[in-house]
Structure formats: C-alpha cells, structure tokens
C-alpha cells in the first residue's frame, strides 16, 4: 500500500481512471480543494482525517493523499502486446509507422527516471520499456516528479533488455542509442519506427545493449563539463525527433 501526495500525481492518477482511493483529506487549501472536487465527480471515496495521522501515513502530505494498491502507479503494458497491436493495425496508419520507443537501461536514479516520463509524456513516446530489476523503483518520488507522467505513458518490464531490442528490430524498429561520440543528432533521418537507448547514471549503455543498435546519436555541445543529465538528454533528443516528424 502506498501514497500519493503531490498535486500533479494524485489528480493525474485520478484522471487516468485506474483503480485508486480512498483520498484522505485533513485540510484543504484551493488547490485540494479542485482535487476533493474532482475525485468526488470520479466517484473516488473520501475519508476526512486528522493532520497527525495524515502526517502518520504519508509524512510529506500537503494535506491530502491518494491511497492506491499498486507499488508503481504506471501505465503498464506488455511489449509483446505492444508489438502484436503494430502488426495488427493498417500497415499503412501512420501513427504505426513513425511509433516512437524508448528503452531505459539501469536509470536508477528516480527523480531522473520520473522527469524522464515526462518528457515522454511531452513528446508522445508510445512506449518505455524498462528492465525489471535495475531501474529505479522508488514509486512515490517518480511519480510526483513526473508530475502524473507515470499514469499515461505506457511502460513495459521486461528482464532482458537486448531480447527486447531484438524484438523490436524483428518487428521493423531502428534502434539507435545516446551517446556523446555519437552523430550529431539532428543529422540522423528518425523517422519510421525507431526505438531510442538512454544509458544509465554513470554507466551508459550495456555492452551487449550497444551491440543491437543500429547506430548512435549525440547533442552537440559547447559547455565546459563532459555530459548533460540522462532525463535532460531525453528530453532533447525526442524534441527532435518529434521535430523531424513535424516537418513530414
């Protein structure tokens, strides 16, 4: 059992119309306010409680706070699924051609991990696949950070990353990882189906990882320190590719 205390989160999850509640509410400023509106117009329960015990079960409450059963609050699909649904939809839909993908290898980190998903969020990634066992897992943290991010973009665990790459690729994706040595970015043709690596913290890519790509794209910098943040990063390089994709 878990809690969701920030604003953005408990109105996205919500929203999102998964399973969720009771709300918990010891004071109401406007902005709790509009979220005790909303989850009443969503049939979600309410329960008035006092502030010591609100503090008791979720300490960085800002008044309120959403109890849900699951440990992540995500989107969750399957990748074979995912997969399947591409195949099955018109050949020709272009929303099935140019899907957008993008694999978090050990990004463990979860404030990195959540302001990942909302770049995702931003930029329509149709899927975010994980593995299992590495990323980073502190539910709370990324979905406050994402900002509710983590209930609408689909994400997918799996336990072998690379297997997952090789699916990818049978099913007509490029994969392409990010790398600072890598072709400038805006140079690289991403259009079709294209599924895009961030490496982890420290670590970057997995060697057998870099081995399924097809390539590797870099941001051209002129700043004095060696990278950018991984959720940074993210965020610019799906900017463009979803601003090659405008220009179509």
Not at 21 to 35: D, M, S, T, Y
Not at 237 to 244: C, P, S
Request: aromatic share 6%; proline share 3%.
């Amino acid at each position: 059992m878990m809690y969701l205390t920030g604003f953005h989160a408990i109105e996205e999850r919500i929203k999102s119309g998964r399973p969720c509640g009771p709300l918990f509410v010891a004071k109401a400023g406007p902005r709790a306010k509009e979220i005790v509106t909303l989850a009443i117009n969503n049939k979600i329960r309410l329960e008035r409680t006092g502030t010591f015990d609100l503090d008791g079960m979720a300490p960085d409450n800002r008044g309120i706070a959403l109890q849900v059963e699951d440990d992540s609050g995500r989107a969750d699909i399957n990748l074979e699924n995912f997969i399947a649904e591409l195949e099955e939809t018109d050949a020709n839909a272009k929303h099935t051609q140019d899907s957008l993908v993008l694999i978090l290898d050990e990004i463990t980190d979860p404030h990195n991990y959540g302001a990942i998903l909302r770049c995702c969020d931003q930029f329509a990634v149709d899927l975010v696949i994980s593995r299992n066992r590495r990323n980073a897992k502190h539910a709370a943290i990324i979905s406050q950070t994402s900002a509710g991010a983590v209930s609408w973009v689909p994400q997918a665990e799996t336990p072998n990353l690379v297997r997952a790459a090789e699916d990818l690729k049978e099913a007509g994706f490029w994969i392409y990882g990010a790398d600072m040595e890598g072709e400038a970015v805006h140079k690289k043709d991403l259009s079709g189906r294209t599924a895009l690596i961030m490496g982890g913290e420290g670590s970057g890519i997995s060697r057998l990882l870099r081995e399924k790509c097809d390539g590797f794209v870099g941001i051209p910098s002129a700043g004095r320190i060696d990278s950018l943040n991984v959720s940074v990063a993210t965020g610019i390089l799906l900017y463009e590719v979803r601003r090659q994709r405008a220009k179509k």
